[in-house]
């Protein structure tokens, strides 16, 4: 592949609005996977291990996730509905943004209003994305990783290195099998896991008025509750 990934961590805690966001769907995402999965117990139900896992990568703190399990313990039957769009924003940027709500009429004219605000509007996008099982951590053993993970049948797309992290991209209906090799060789802490729609062609933009406003796009759409992802094809 060859792609630059941009881990987005960091990022997610620019604003306190993008914060108390995240942390609002770290609550609905890890509430519906202790439900929809019968437990709440991550050892046993693998949606909401993978759910910890990834919003752990994010700095969402324990508490969180305790509030959101004992909530899912009790006799709240909430019902959080997914949702993706699509969108052209300046400059060529393409946008896949997904949803978790409990209206999804609400979600749809959010995400529209934020595109449209910034001279973007909705369009189909989805053919320069391909879903990927992306996992990133702190190693320095690349090569053995590789091998781990062929030997255990996972249908790896790319494994990189720069300094002392390693990225893994595998065709996201290996995840879980990934995972399970990677825990066997004793990696346990993920900065990133989770299964995203990856660009496969980037774009830079050079003008300072047009990044501002894609910027101001993905700051918008992190800043609302109901979206869970937003994925893009710029480089910034």
């Known amino acids: 592949m060859g792609r630059h990934h941009e881990v987005r961590a960091a990022a997610m805690a620019k604003t306190g ?10 609550s609905r995402e890890v509430y519906m996977a ?7 117990d991550p050892n046993s139900n693998l949606a909401l291990r993978a759910a910890m896992e990834k919003f752990r990568g994010k700095s969402v703190p324990r508490d969180v996730f305790d509030r959101a399990l004992k909530k899912a313990a009790g006799s709240d039957a909430e019902v959080y509905l997914p949702g993706r769009y ?17 209206n999804a009429n609400r979600a749809l ?45 996972v249908d790896v797309r790319e494994v990189n290195q720069e300094d002392d992290v390693v990225v893994v991209y595998v065709n996201p209906s290996d995840f879980s099998k990934a995972r399970d090799v990677l825990n066997g060789l004793g990696i346990s802490e993920f ?23 894609i910027n101001d796009i993905i700051d918008g759409l992190n800043e609302l509750e109901d979206v869970s992802n937003v994925f893009h094809n710029v480089n910034l």
């Open 17 to 26: 609005k993008i914060k108390s966001a995240l942390y609002a769907r770290a």
């Open 34 to 40: 202790a439900k929809s999965g019968g437990s709440i």
């Open 86 to 102: 699509e969108a052209i924003g300046p400059g060529n940027s393409m946008f896949v943004i997904d949803t978790l709500t409990d």
């Open 109 to 153: 004219v959010e995400v529209r209003t934020i595109v449209v605000r910034k001279g973007g509007h909705m369009g189909n996008v989805m053919f320069n994305f391909t879903e990927t099982g992306v996992f990133v951590f702190k190693g320095q053993n690349r090569d053995e990783v590789e091998e781990a993970l062929i030997l255990g049948d």
């Open 191 to 213: 900065d990133e896991a989770e299964i995203e729609m990856l660009p496969n062609d980037t774009v830079d933009v050079d003008d300072d008025e047009t990044k501002q406003k």
